[in-house]
């Protein structure tokens, strides 16, 4: 299996509640999993990463918090900005992403009402 | 900086049409993609190529083909345009062996196809 199931679609939360995002796959051969955030009119843009060794990750206010056993990835967005309205993207990637090729989720549209 | 451009942000074509889309990128990366983005689908890959004249068929190649003569363009082909085409398109790029592995995306190619 080569999904990558993202949840939700869509997600509004106030300015400086939490945002989450959560995204599970089947392949366990799966080794680095990155989240894109694109804004309107823009391409993606790598936010964080994370690779199964560790079960968070934190930058700023985003973080990452992986469950290899229940094979669950989700992003964190602590106090939420405006600002942060965009769509989120999780990816999967094998051989720890060496070879470029990412599976992407659907995507979550994000709106953070001020 | 990484740069990654494409060669129109809007296109309209008519059906049965050949459609060029063009990526150039600065950072001399071996690897180059094309996805396709609708709404609820996210990233789809189309094509992506490891080196120069090289290409490898992605999850829903039908319809299109690919091209790359030199390191630093890939260029996406509709043979012959179709409505169903009609859709945001992604160029995007990834360093072979590089201690980062996130893929750089263009801002992409609106696409209608009436």
């Known amino acids: 299996q080569q999904q990558v199931k993202q949840s939700p679609q869509s997600l509004i939360v106030q300015k400086g509640g939490i945002s989450i995002i959560n995204c599970a796959y089947e392949n366990t051969a799966f080794d680095y999993f990155p989240w894109y955030q694109q804004f309107p009119g823009k391409g993606p843009a790598l936010l964080i990463a994370i690779r199964p060794d560790v079960s968070e990750k934190k930058e700023g206010r985003f973080t990452i918090s992986f469950n290899k056993s229940a094979k669950q990835f989700s992003l964190h967005i602590m106090d939420s900005q405006p600002g942060d309205s965009a769509t989120y993207f999780c990816?999967?990637?094998?051989?720890?992403?060496?070879?470029?090729?990412?599976?992407f989720g659907k995507g979550t549209k994000l709106s953070v009402k001020p | 900086d990484v740069k990654v451009t494409q060669s129109s942000r809007y296109l309209v074509k008519r059906t049965g049409e050949k459609v060029f889309l063009e990526c150039v990128q600065d950072?001399?990366?071996?690897?180059m993609f094309w996805y396709r983005q609708d709404p609820g689908l996210g990233l789809r890959l189309i094509y992506f190529s490891y080196d120069v004249k090289m290409k490898e068929k992605g999850d829903i190649p039908e319809g299109y083909s690919v091209s790359r003569e030199k390191k630093e363009r890939f260029s996406l082909i509709l043979e012959s345009a179709s409505t169903n085409q009609t859709s945001m398109y992604l160029c995007?790029?990834?360093?072979?062996?590089?201690?980062?592995?996130?893929?750089?995306f263009g801002p992409g190619t609106r696409l209608t196809v009436t």
């Open positions: 990816a999967a990637s094998m051989s720890g992403g060496s070879q470029g090729n990412l599976i």
């Open positions: 995007a790029t990834h360093g072979q062996g590089a201690v980062s592995y996130e893929q750089y």
């Open positions: 950072m001399d990366h071996e690897n």
